[in-house]
């Protein structure tokens, strides 16, 4: 009696066998690296000035159901009209603050520059056809993201900035449809943030080298179909009406035109406007890309297409203006130094993956995310280390009567912890430029008038400033003021007797 033959071995179905791939696939675990990369630079940095207003702005927004459109914080303003050109950022941080704590704002920042960093390797893996050479683009975003990775509602918009380059490049490389993606994303854009604006520049751009045709050396220019134009034409006309949908209308389109042309003691006063300095860091940093893109091209004999050298002259010249703008411009030249590199490594092949080593590559990633998390402990060690929090305990222990007077940086973290005692400065500079306050602050605390002037002028009581700031070697010298708190950070001067403030 013959036996009978053995059963053939369960073999996955072709999908699920697919989806494995997929799931544990080169690009999953390039992506996991890339979320281990944000976690480790971003553990340390919950020290943003800056953070605490946008918070405040949030839970205002969040418990009132309602988008202030005056200044609520400052006595120096007299409830100066405000422009809420990032109220929809604000309400997701105080989300991510009412959901866990000093915790969820640190998951909120771990969040979103993940989604940078691993959006900008899908950006420069389309655009340059090469997902290995696309970590090279993903690594140049975080070079020059580590400028500006912080709880603030450019987060949000530099990644919007991102998925606009996707559908751009979708567009031109597939199908022109993607393009009527872009009128949605501006609306949810002009409520998050001003870059925007940059956005827009940058459509507008595609859009004007659409129209020419030419080769000059290895520069080219390749006219679209009068079909992709017109796509792309009405994409961007609806995206103009799709950005006046926010709380200030009109307005709101205008302001970072303001904030470059008409506010020029922000630009000048405020470190992170001011002109790159080309010796520091990423100084460096641009002009290493910009140089490996001139020799790419020359050496290499490659072709530089007119709209990236239209979009390289802008990233060029946003970030050599101003610090804070380098990290969009790291956004912007990345894909074409991406593609510039597409043919230096071997580009992936599906059929060569290593699910198994992938699967272990990403779950080390995830355990490494994990236990790099900072602790509770760990991030309110960073507030204390970084903002007043005894000097404002003491303030409210000892009942000390307004109006205060408080250094630039410390004002953001009064807003929120100690809103009782309006401020009289904070990082909200663009107000403070409408209404001279900008100004008399920057004289006082560089000593360019009189102590006493502003003193008087608004009947100041008290004054909270940082340990190394020229005023505090200054105010003890004044007759009738006195040190009354001092720690390693702040030092608190009273006025004795104190004065009442003006009616």
Known sequence: MNPEPLAPAPTASPARAGALQRTFSFPAAIAALLAVLGVLTVRGRFDDPDMWWHLKLGEVTWTSHRIPAADLFSYTTNHHSRIAQEWLSQLLIYAAFNAG??????????????AILIAGYALCSVYSGNA???????????????????????MVGYLLLILELLVLQLGRSRSPRWYLALPPLF???????????????????????????????????ARWTPRDRRM??????????????????VKLVGYPLDTL??????????????????????????????????????????????????????????????????FPAGILI????????????????AQRDHPVANAMLIAASLLTVFLAFPSRRNLIAQVEDHSPVKAVEFIQAQHLPAPMLNDWDDGGYLIWAAPEYPVFIDGRADVYEWTGVIDEFGKWATL????????????????????????????????????????????????????????
Not at 137 to 152: D, E, Q
Not at 193 to 199: A, D, Q, R, T
Request: hydrophobic share 55%.
């Open 232 to 249: 792309l034409a009405m994409a961007l006309a609806l995206s103009l009406l799709a950005v006046c949908l926010n709380p200030s209308g």
């Open 448 to 503: 360019q008038t009189a102590p006493t002037i502003l003193l008087d002028k608004y009947h100041i009581n008290f004054c909270l400033l940082e340990r190394n700031s020229p005023m505090a070697n200054v105010l003890p010298l004044l007759p009738n003021w006195k040190a009354a708190y001092s720690d390693a950070r702040s030092v608190i001067f009273v006025r004795t007797p104190p004065v009442s403030p003006a009616r």
């Open 261 to 326: 042309f008409h506010q020029p003691i922000v630009l000048s006063a405020v470190s992170e406007w001011q002109p790159l300095q080309l010796a520091g860091p990423r100084g460096v940093a641009l002009l290493a890309a910009l140089g490996a893109i001139v020799l790419l091209v020359i050496v290499r004999r490659q072709e530089l297409f007119w709209h990236e050298a239209l979009t390289i002259a802008v990233a060029t010249w946003i970030a050599g203006s101003h610090r804070r703008l380098v």
């Open 132 to 154: 290995k050479v696309a970590f090279v683009g993903a690594l140049t975003i975080w070079v020059f993201g580590t400028s500006g990775f912080a709880v603030r509602p450019q």
């Open 334 to 349: 990345a894909p074409v130094l991406s593609r510039l590199l597409a043919n230096s490594w071997a580009r992936h092949r």
């Open 101 to 114: 704590g000093y915790s969820g704002l640190m998951v909120w920042l771990c969040l979103f520059t993940a």
């Open 187 to 221: 609306a949810l854009w002009a409520n998050c943030h001003s870059s925007f604006f940059l956005g827009l520049v940058v459509a507008a751009l595609v859009l004007f080298s659409s129209y020419w045709s030419f080769q000059s050396g290895l520069l080219v220019a």
